[in-house]
């Protein structure tokens, strides 16, 4: 939505800001941990034993969204070390970005240290938001994400 204010605040027509906004969507990455399998458990993304056994191990899914699905981009163990994935993939990419923004689900300190973080690779604007009802539905509270295109 900023993107397409941006546009018609440059004089942009309709096709023009659809075709600009496509594009973003293209190239949009959103990489982002869940704090708890709770969530995912009852929304039916992983079972009830998958649920208890990544709980025993402390593992931490990194997820992605990919063509609209949430998909499984790596596992690994503990909340740190699945906030340093996230930081990994996201320096990777960091010189290309032109808008980034970290989301979290009821962590606003969690959001900001994931900022000040971020920061020290990407020196453009930085957006820094809580995601919605939905979002959280699924995700659960303590989600902490990167979203950059």
Same mark, same amino acid.
């Given at each position: 939505?900023?993107?397409?204010?941006?546009?018609?605040?440059?004089?942009?027509?309709?096709?023009?800001?659809?075709?600009?906004?496509?594009?973003?969507?293209?190239?949009?990455?959103?990489?982002?941990?869940?704090?708890?399998?709770?969530y995912?458990?009852?929304g +039916? %993304? !992983?079972?009830? =034993?998958? *649920?208890?056994?990544?709980?025993?191990?402390?593992?931490?899914?990194? $997820?992605?969204?990919?063509? +609209? %699905? !949430?998909?499984? =981009?790596? *596992?690994?163990?503990?909340?740190?070390?699945?906030?340093?994935?996230? $930081?990994?993939?996201?320096?990777?990419?960091?010189?290309?970005?032109?808008?980034?923004?970290?989301?979290?689900?009821?962590?606003?300190?969690?959001?900001?240290?994931?900022?000040?973080?971020?920061?020290?690779?990407?020196?453009?604007?930085?957006?820094?938001a809580?995601?919605?009802?939905?979002?959280g539905?699924?995700?659960?509270?303590?989600?902490v994400?990167?979203?950059?295109?």
């Open positions: 939505m900023i993107h397409a204010q941006k546009c018609f605040a440059e004089g942009k027509d309709m096709a023009q800001t659809l075709s600009e906004l496509a594009e973003i969507r293209r190239r949009m990455r959103l990489i982002f941990a869940v704090d708890t399998l709770e995912l458990a009852r +039916g %993304r !992983i079972s009830q =034993l998958s *649920k208890r056994l990544g709980n025993l191990l402390q593992l931490k899914p990194v $997820l992605h969204l990919e063509e +609209g %699905r !949430i998909e499984v =981009l790596d *596992k690994v163990r503990t909340r740190s070390k699945a906030v340093q994935r996230i $930081l990994e993939i996201f320096y990777k990419e960091a010189s290309q970005a032109q808008q980034v923004g970290i989301l979290h689900i009821d962590a606003p300190t969690e959001g900001q240290q994931l900022a000040q973080k971020v920061q020290e690779y990407y020196h453009g604007p930085l957006l820094l809580q995601c919605g009802a939905v979002i539905s699924h995700a659960g509270p303590g989600t994400g990167i979203c950059w295109y």
